[in-house]
């Protein structure tokens, strides 16, 4: 399988095209982090940590020396599930048998710097805790 640009038609695992939407509904997400074009929900707001703030999930991927390297945000979950990945710079959904990928390249509202900067709270917060 190829990997595409946001510009492009997401890729669909076995050529299907009757995916329920979940391609499209992929490479909306990618082309809302390639533009930037997330509006906060209130004027003022980072639009990063407001497009964050609906997020189902985060995974931390850190090396082993706990150093951030990016994450994985559950933005949808129960049919479709689709996930962001910032080190990949990769949008996955999954919708039973179906997948569809769709890739980023660009970040403009700094979506990778404001989950590096939660990570890095949580991490201080948990640190304190012992």
């Known amino acids: 399988m190829t990997t595409k640009t946001a510009t492009q038609a997401a890729s669909v ?11 499209e509904m992929v490479k909306n997400i990618a082309d809302k982090i390639n533009n930037g074009t997330h509006e906060p ?6 639009p990063a940590y407001d497009y ?10 850190v090396q082993n020396n706990l150093e951030f390297i990016g994450a994985r945000v559950l ?8 996930w962001i990945d910032t080190v ?15 890739s980023f390249h660009r970040d403009p509202m700094g ?3 404001a989950l590096e900067d939660l990570y ?6 948990a640190k304190r805790r012992k």
């Open 13 to 23: 695992k076995g050529g299907r095209r009757n995916d329920n939407g979940l391609s």
């Open 41 to 46: 929900s209130e004027e003022g707001d980072n």
């Open 52 to 61: 964050l703030s609906d997020a189902l999930d985060i995974r931390w991927i």
């Open 75 to 82: 933005v949808a979950f129960g049919g479709p599930n689709i």
């Open 88 to 102: 990949t710079q990769k949008v996955e959904g999954y919708w039973w048998g179906d997948y569809a990928e769709a």
């Open 111 to 113: 979506l990778n710097d």
């Open 120 to 125: 890095l709270m949580r991490l201080d917060e």
